[in-house]
């Protein structure tokens, strides 16, 4: 049943904490620290972590997911690859979810989602092992009916939607795109919702592009990095999550006050 807006729950900003990584190894050694982050951005208001563990290692480490693991209070989400060695990283550390991505070795950030209906033979085993050690799976998934439809029939608890395509339309400023993409993302949203997943949503929404994705009631949380590590070198981390995070609960306000009108 897809949710109603004027009882949309409380939305979650997840901060991925990946590119004080990137920084970090650009010169090796221990600074900027991500773990010092991500304890930051539990002070700015973040209500989860997400660290993504890359086969290459370019950014996030295996002792930044220990250290995440021991040391801050926030719900971990751990962004990983459908492989062997991901999954045995996984069921180590056992985070309180993870969200299976695709992942190319040469790609500079997440490209596209995760095809779930081409896995089908292989998914729902992976999954079933990550939820059997009491872990949540999210798949990170384009706004696409068969992809939503594929995500619950191997019995993932989330879907992420893709909000890359929207985020590319609001730079390239055509209103129509804009406008298409939105819809895409609040059907899909509503689809996810009737099918009985939990909805989230993120990549590449900034200040400016965050309050339609916001407002869409059956989105409950939102994980956003690359865009709050970079605007933070400009005003602060704990001074862009606190304006994320209060961007973000306008939206829902604004939305469940029309509603409700």
């Given at each position: 049943?897809?949710?109603n807006?004027?009882?949309?729950p409380?939305l979650?900003?997840?901060?991925?904490?990946?590119h004080?990584?990137?920084i970090?190894?650009?010169?090796?050694?221990?600074?900027?620290d991500?773990?010092?982050?991500?304890?930051?951005?539990?002070?700015?208001?973040?209500?989860?972590?997400?660290?993504?563990l890359?086969?290459?290692?370019?950014?996030?480490?295996?002792?930044?997911i220990?250290?995440?693991?021991?040391?801050?209070?926030?719900p971990?989400?751990?962004?990983?690859?459908?492989?062997?060695?991901?999954?045995?990283?996984?069921?180590?550390?056992?985070?309180?979810?993870?969200?299976?991505?695709?992942?190319?070795?040469?790609e500079?950030?997440?490209?596209?989602?995760?095809?779930?209906?081409?896995?089908?033979n292989?998914?729902?085993?992976?999954?079933?092992?990550?939820?059997?050690?009491?872990?949540?799976?999210?798949?990170?998934?384009?706004?696409?009916?068969?992809q939503?439809?594929?995500?619950?029939r191997?019995?993932?608890?989330?879907?992420?939607?893709?909000?890359?395509?929207?985020?590319?339309?609001?730079?390239?400023?055509?209103q129509?795109?804009?406008?298409?993409?939105?819809?895409?993302?609040?059907?899909?949203a509503?689809?996810?919702?009737?099918?009985?997943?939990?909805?989230?949503?993120g990549?590449?929404l900034t200040?400016?592009?965050?309050h339609?994705?916001?407002?869409?009631?059956?989105?409950?949380?939102?994980?956003?990095?690359?865009f709050?590590?970079?605007?933070a070198?400009?005003?602060?981390?704990?001074?862009?999550?606190g304006?994320?995070?209060?961007?973000?609960?306008?939206?829902?306000?604004?939305?469940?006050?029309?509603?409700?009108?």
């Amino acid at each position: 049943m897809s949710v109603n807006s004027s009882t949309a729950p409380f939305l979650r900003l997840g901060v991925n904490i990946d590119h004080v990584a990137t920084i970090r190894n650009a010169r090796g050694g221990s600074h900027p620290d991500p773990v010092r982050a991500a304890l930051l951005a539990a002070e700015a208001g973040a209500d989860g972590i997400t660290a993504h563990l890359r086969e290459d290692r370019r950014h996030i480490s295996d002792d930044d997911i220990t250290r995440l693991m021991s040391e801050i209070t926030l719900p971990l989400n751990f962004e990983m690859a459908v492989t062997d060695e991901m999954l045995q990283i996984a069921l180590k550390s056992r985070p309180n979810a993870c969200c299976l991505v695709p992942e190319r070795r040469q790609e500079l950030t997440t490209e596209g989602g995760l095809d779930v209906r081409s896995m089908s033979n292989h998914l729902p085993d992976f999954v079933a092992r990550l939820k059997g050690e009491g872990m949540r799976v999210s798949l990170f998934v384009d706004p696409d009916d068969e992809q939503i439809e594929a995500s619950a029939r191997v019995r993932a608890d989330i879907v992420e939607l893709h909000t890359g395509p929207y985020c590319h339309a609001a730079i390239d400023g055509n209103q129509a795109h804009i406008q298409a993409e939105i819809d895409k993302l609040a059907r899909s949203a509503q689809h996810a919702a009737q099918a009985g997943l939990e909805v989230h949503a993120g990549h590449g929404l900034t200040f400016d592009t965050v309050h339609a994705v916001a407002a869409m009631p059956e989105v409950v949380e939102l994980n956003i990095g690359h865009f709050l590590i970079g605007e933070a070198i400009f005003g602060g981390l704990h001074s862009t999550i606190g304006r994320m995070r209060a961007l973000m609960d306008k939206a829902r306000a604004s939305a469940t006050g029309q509603a409700s009108a």
